[in-house]
């Protein structure tokens, strides 16, 4: 797994679109711009966050999480990619196209670290309540 990737496996069955419904509706409620689509068994969301200084350095700039449900359960893969404006067609090419993810500088490294540890606490919790 790659520095600027975190990988997440769920051993459990979980409905695709509840989880995804549910951890884009909490991005949203915690202020974060949200774009998402679920295809079968492969979801993406996309999350930026907003401000001034990060809407001049990093505007193009998301946090991406893809979803892959499978017999063995969830998989989850997040990292920093650019925010693609129309996500409704790219759920698969963002799933085969895993090198998605560029290299940022070292601050973005540490707020990304930051952030996604958090976002990932809250996953968890989300994918634990809504095992099928």
Same mark, same amino acid.
């Given at each position: 797994?790659?520095?600027?990737?975190?990988?997440?496996?769920?051993?459990?069955?979980?409905?695709?679109?509840? *989880?995804?419904?549910?951890f =884009?509706?909490?991005?949203m409620? +915690?202020?974060w711009k949200?774009?998402?689509?679920?295809? #079968?068994?492969? #979801?993406?969301?996309?999350?930026?966050k907003?401000g001034?200084?990060?809407d001049? *350095?990093? =505007?193009?700039?998301?946090?991406?999480?893809?979803?892959?449900?499978?017999?063995d359960?969830?998989?989850?893969?997040? !990292?920093v990619?650019?925010?693609?404006?129309?996500? #409704?067609?790219? *759920?698969?090419?963002v799933?085969?196209l895993?090198?998605?993810?560029?290299v940022?500088?070292?601050?973005?490294?540490?707020?990304?670290?930051?952030? +996604?540890? !958090?976002?990932?606490?809250?996953?968890?919790?989300?994918v634990?309540?809504?095992? *099928?």
């Open positions: 797994m790659a520095i600027f990737k975190k990988e997440r496996k769920y051993n459990q069955k979980v409905d695709l679109n509840e *989880v995804v419904n549910k =884009a509706g909490y991005l409620a +915690e202020k949200v774009q998402q689509n679920v295809q #079968g068994d492969k #979801g993406v969301i996309q999350a930026q907003g001034i200084l990060r001049i *350095v990093a =505007a193009d700039r998301a946090l991406t999480f893809t979803f892959e449900n499978s017999a359960g969830l998989k989850v893969t997040t !990292g990619g650019k925010w693609i404006q129309n996500i #409704g067609v790219m *759920v698969a090419e799933i085969i895993s090198e998605l993810f560029i940022v500088d070292v601050p973005e490294m540490l707020w990304t670290e930051h952030v +996604e540890s !958090g976002l990932l606490k809250k996953l968890d919790q989300i634990k309540e809504n095992t *099928v």
